[in-house]
């Protein structure tokens, strides 16, 4: 099953041919700060895909 954008990083996630832009608010597990370090950030981003894909997949 293919994920698509929103799935994976919440509602605000938009791509253009160069550029993905993923909303701090929509990353759970990071509170948005002017502050947040990259590790943060990509954290928060791989728990969102494994959530992601976690609620797709149903396993028997």
């Known amino acids: 099953m293919k994920l698509t954008l929103t ?3 919440g509602e605000g996630a938009t791509q253009t ?3 993905l832009t993923i909303e701090k608010s ?3 597990g990071l509170t948005s ?3 947040n370090n990259s590790e943060q950030k990509s954290t928060a981003e791989i728990q969102d895909i494994f959530t ?3 609620n797709t997949f149903v396993i028997y």
């Open 7 to 9: 799935q994976l990083f």
């Open 17 to 19: 041919a160069n550029i």
């Open 26 to 28: 929509a990353l759970r």
């Open 33 to 35: 700060s002017s502050n």
């Open 52 to 54: 992601a894909i976690n």
